[in-house]
C-alpha cells in the first residue's frame, strides 16, 4: 500500500522559513517525478514544485520561484520543501504527490497517490 506522509508544517512569522518533509512508503518511487502543491481555504489546489526522479530537473510555480527549494533523497524516500522568506499568502496546507514521469507538470490531475497534508500558517 503507498502512502505519503508530509509533515514540518506550522506557524511562523512573515520572512521566516519551514522545511517540508515528506516522507513515501510501500511503493518504491525512486524513478517518479514527485511535486509539491497547497491549498488556501476556499481555494483549489495550486502547483508549487516538483522534482525529477534525479533530481536534476526542478520546477517552481512563478510566486515562490527563489524562495522555496525542492529536493529529494531517494536512498530515504524522501522529499523535502525548504520554504524561506514566507509571505502570509503562502498559508496554506501543503500536499505531496507522484507524478508520472518526464516532463514535470504542474496540473495536480497529473498526479497520483497524495499525502494527507501539512498546515502552513504564515502570520502578518
Sequence with gaps: QVQLVESGGGLVQDGGSLRLSCTRSGRTFSTYPMGWFRQAPGKERDFVAAISWTGSI???????????TISRDNA????????NRL??????VYYCAVGRGLPLRTEPALYDYWGQGTQVTVSS
Design 87 to 92: 509571505k502570509p499568502e503562502d498559508t496554506g
Design 58 to 68: 526542478k520546477i517552481y510555480a512563478d510566486s515562490v520561484k527563489g524562495r522555496f
Design 76 to 83: 530515504k524516500n524522501m522529499v523535502y520543501l525548504q520554504m
